[in-house]
T-cell receptor, first 115, second 113 residues
Framework: NAGVTQTPKFRVLKTGQSMTLLCAQD?????MYWYRQDPGMGLRLIHY???????AKGEVPDGYNVSRLKKQNFLLGLESAAPSQTSVYFC??????????????FGEGSRLTVL | DQQVKQNSPSLSVQEGRISILNCDYT??????FLWYKKYPAEGPTFLIS?????DKNEDGRFTVFLNKSAKHLSLHIVPSQPGDSAVYFC????????????FGKGTKLSVKP
């Protein structure tokens, strides 16, 4: 029972390099999210998707792009990485219309360091 | 400006005692509130939630209290156990069908044996 899987778990980039984080969920959830966690900042929403083929901006979208070509996958891209994007990234998903509890299922996180 | 605030970055409690984690919010339109628990190197996991129309929800050792007039909620853990040591995030669900969650900064709970 995999749940939400993120790859890679760790990555070190140089400033200006690009990369893509992959999130895959096997729970047939409609909604998917990308958050970043920084010390003393909690979890901040980067982008989210309410269904296949749709994406929307969250609280801190600048410098990131996303795509949801398949329902089970949500990709987070950094076109030109900056040191300010050093963070731990969490993907999450939830079903619709399970808004009642609002429960999100999180992946284990991807630690990205930009030098 | 923060809509969900956890003003205590850390809390230390003796095993067997009560742990009380607090959370304040500013938007009276939030319709659900949730607590998540996070261990190091793991993703957050859902702990307990409460609807804005309730004032208390209990699940085993965990109870969440909501005071809408004060825009305040709290998570009580009784009795506290060393395995409860983790970072606890308070979150609020935005109104509307999408209901994005807004998280507080978290409180690190340490339960001493």
């Amino acid at each position: 029972n995999a749940g939400v899987t993120q790859t890679p778990k760790f990555r070190v980039l140089k400033t200006g390099q690009s990369m893509t984080l992959l999130c895959a969920q096997d729970m047939n959830h409609e909604y998917m999210y990308w958050y970043r966690q920084d010390p003393g900042m909690g979890l901040r929403l980067i982008h989210y998707s309410v269904g296949e083929g749709t994406t929307a901006k969250g609280e801190v979208p600048d410098g990131y792009n996303v795509s949801r070509l398949k329902k089970q996958n949500f990709l987070l891209g950094l076109e030109s990485a900056a040191p300010s994007q050093t963070s731990v990234y969490f993907c999450a998903s939830r079903s619709f219309p399970n808004k009642g509890t609002g429960e999100l299922f999180f992946g284990e996180g991807s630690r990205l360091t930009v030098l | 400006d923060q809509q969900v605030k956890q003003n205590s970055p850390s809390l230390s409690v003796q095993e067997g005692r009560i742990s009380i984690l607090n959370c304040d919010y500013t938007n009276s339109m939030f319709d659900y509130f949730l607590w998540y628990k996070k261990y190091p190197a793991e993703g957050p996991t859902f702990l307990i939630s409460i609807s804005s129309i309730k004032d208390k929800n209990e699940d085993g050792r965990f109870t969440v209290f909501l005071n809408k007039s004060a825009k305040h909620l709290s998570l009580h853990i009784v009795p506290s156990q060393p395995g409860d040591s983790a970072v606890y995030f308070c979150a609020a669900s935005e109104p509307g069908s999408q209901g994005n969650l807004i998280f507080g900064k978290g409180t690190k709970l340490s339960v001493k044996p």
